[in-house]
């Protein structure tokens, strides 16, 4: 009988067809309306990058940390997906991802369009593309919703 860990790969593949339990928001809202004066952020560990093409397809991906680029980079994304592991800081803090595909374009602001308040609590983030004449998805996931195994914080 195989291992009971999840690997990465399965993790990808499952996050790309199905909903996971306990995410927050599909879609980001874009609403302005979450933030506070006192709202420091989260701590954001691995980016899950989901190709639901099956086949190899180009975006370019932009994180910035507090106003700044901490990764930047053009992937050429297997249809089995990617896990970027942060080089990034994961100290609390207010990121913005930007994302640009063959099809579209777009941001999403974390937490303040997932609604969350500050949180000493790792989460990572799941971004979906390739679904047929949809948008891009992006989740907000906690280690409650991943192999603690799948990603790093």
Known sequence: MEDSIISRRYLLAALGTTTVAGCMDLTPTNSNDATTEDETGIPLGSLFVSNNRGESQPIQLELKREGEIAYEDTLEVPDEGEVLDPVWST??????????????????????????????????????????????LVDLLTTEDIETNAGTC
Do not use: R, V
């Not at 997932?114 to 990572?124: K, R």
């Open 91 to 136: 100290e609390p803090a207010e990121y913005t991802l930007h994302w640009e595909t063959e099809e579209n374009q777009g941001k999403a602001s974390i937490p303040t369009d997932f609604h969350i308040a500050d949180s000493e609590e790792c989460h990572y983030l799941h971004f979906n593309f390739g679904l047929e004449q949809m948008s891009p």
